[in-house]
């Protein structure tokens, strides 16, 4: 992955870790598609920006406080995996959430166009190693 690309997905992340949704939204193309895990309470597959920003809508809305930390990007040739912690207090339980998440990131044009949740940084290189054909 480019070095710009690269720069694209810190900054996208930065945006989200910072609630700052305007700017996240320059970073993602009208095509984007998400696709989460089982270990998260909204699971499924967002396939557009509007659909996207209400995903992330849903899951963020469901804490009462949230903090997300990129712990480590691995350049995958085509793709990055984003390896980052989700830390929050859910608004009806209270119950603390400590989530670790690996994502397979794809950007075309500087934008992001795929995203795809795994649950071990294992299965995420798998996942990108296919996706390079």
Known sequence: ???????TVRRAYGA?????R???????????????TPEVPFMGNYVG?????RGMGEWTGAFEEMTTQVEEMI???ETVIVQH???????DSGVEVDLAIC????VRD????????????EEALEAAAQLQG
Do not use: C, N
């Open 75 to 77: 350049d995958a040739g």
């Open 103 to 106: 994502q397979v990131v794809a």
């Open 1 to 7: 992955m480019s070095p710009e690309d690269l720069e």
């Open 110 to 121: 500087g934008k992001l166009v795929l995203m795809h949740d795994y649950s071990t940084r």
């Open 22 to 36: 305007e700017t996240l939204r320059t970073f993602l193309a009208p095509d984007i598609e998400w696709r989460t």
């Open 85 to 91: 912690r989700m830390r929050g207090r859910g608004r």
């Open 16 to 20: 989200f870790a910072r609630g700052d």
């Open 49 to 53: 920006l509007d659909e996207f920003l």
